[in-house]
């Protein structure tokens, strides 16, 4: 099959500029956190760390929303759905729409997402498990 790739460009294509804006935000926040790979499709675009995928964006045309998978439940006005993804995940659907809600407290839970993609939810039980 001969197929297109699907793009950043692509999804940023018709976004009022502000929303362009608060990708390239969140792209600094992962970014910030180490290495990671980028996976785009029609539907998504995905942050993934050395395990697995930890975050994703969807862009939309005033807004930007995406995901974030973290091993404890967020309730905040920006995450507009957490939900179980697995025993020590839940996944956070968000949406933001300014920059000053790309916070420090943001940053944290985007943080905590790549610890995720790292394998940290992994080793969870057996780090409280082990002797000081």
Known sequence: ?????????????????????????????????????????????????????FAGAKPKKLWLDGYLDLQRQVNDPRIRRASPYTKRLFVHQFRVSAPDQLNGEFAEWVREAYDVGQGGHLGATLRRGTAP
């Not at 001969?2 to 294509?13: E, F, G, I, M, N």
């Not at 792209?27 to 675009?45: M, N, Q, R």
């Open 1 to 53: 099959m001969d197929q297109t790739a699907w793009t950043v460009d692509d999804h940023l294509r018709g976004c009022d500029q502000g929303v362009v804006e608060l990708y390239e935000r969140f792209v600094e926040l992962v970014t910030a956190c180490g290495p990671f790979e980028l996976s785009v499709s029609k539907t998504a675009i995905t942050f993934k760390g050395a395990r697995r995928g």
